[in-house]
T-cell receptor
Framework: DADVTQTPRNRITKTGKRIMLECSQT?????MYWYRQDPGLGLRLIYY???????NKGEISDGYSVSRQAQAKFSLSLESAIPNQTALYFC????????????FGDGTRLSIL | AQSVTQLGSHVSVSEGALVLLRCNYS??????LFWYVQYPNQGLQLLLK??????LVKGINGFEAEFKKSETSFHLTKPSAHMSDAAEYFC???????????FGIGTKLQVIP
């Protein structure tokens, strides 16, 4: 089983719909992250959480919200999806030290029509 | 503040040729530096990292990188490219502590038979 699992892997939906992307991990890491990847723009940070009671905005948090339900679960919501939120979304975890690497899920490909 | 610049969004090399992917960083404190690789339809995987100590870092799949403080660089090299090296490569920097990681925009490596 994967250490970092994202569901769904693919999703097509319509403008205005509410969408939730889920991430669960078995690594026991405190830190979790949500990124989006767009061609030519690399990875951009949406939200991050250093523990269950800690939620922080990243560089592109507008239009998104998150919930850290447990140490192992971190979900990303799009309250009212718009076409420019079409992207590849990644969840990542990290041990509680910044000199440690991040561990990524396989991503969710989201298309908003 | 910290930042990463990857020179060349696309790099092509012949099979067997030297691979050189360039990364320059900016950080106000001694950085932690990472290279990740992303294969199609997958998340990012750690290739190697520099935290402290030896400036020449060896990673998986024959890759290595050298931390050069005077040049603020952390270029990734491999002596002989294989077809299986075709992927996208990301350089990343962290200032440590509670600082998050900043990723470069990525370099797509094409290996020509």
């Amino acid at each position: 089983d994967a250490d970092v699992t994202q569901t769904p892997r693919n999703r097509i939906t319509k403008t205005g719909k509410r969408i939730m992307l889920e991430c669960s991990q078995t690594k026991g890491h405190d830190r979790m992250y949500w990124y989006r990847q767009d061609p030519g723009l690399g990875l951009r940070l949406i939200y991050y959480s250093f523990d269950v009671k800690d939620i922080n905005k990243g560089e592109i948090s507008d239009g998104y919200s998150v919930s850290r339900q447990a140490q192992a679960k971190f979900s990303l919501s799009l309250e009212s999806a718009i076409p420019n939120q079409t992207a590849l979304y990644f969840c990542a975890t990290q041990d509680g030290l910044s000199n440690q690497p991040q561990h990524f899920g396989d991503g969710t490909r989201l298309s908003i029509l | 503040a910290q930042s990463v610049t990857q020179l060349g969004s696309h790099v092509s090399v012949s099979e067997g040729a030297l691979v050189l992917l360039r990364c320059n960083y900016s950080s106000s404190v001694p950085p932690y530096l990472f290279w990740y690789v992303q294969y199609p339809n997958q998340g990012l995987q750690l290739l190697l990292k520099y935290t402290t100590g030896a400036t020449l870092v060896k990673g998986i799949n024959g890759f290595e990188a050298e931390f050069k403080k005077s040049e603020t660089s952390f270029h990734l090299t491999k002596p002989s490219a294989h077809m299986s090296d075709a992927a996208e490569y990301f350089c990343a920097v962290s200032a440590g502590g509670y600082q998050k990681v900043t990723f470069g925009i990525g370099t797509k490596l094409q290996v020509i038979p």
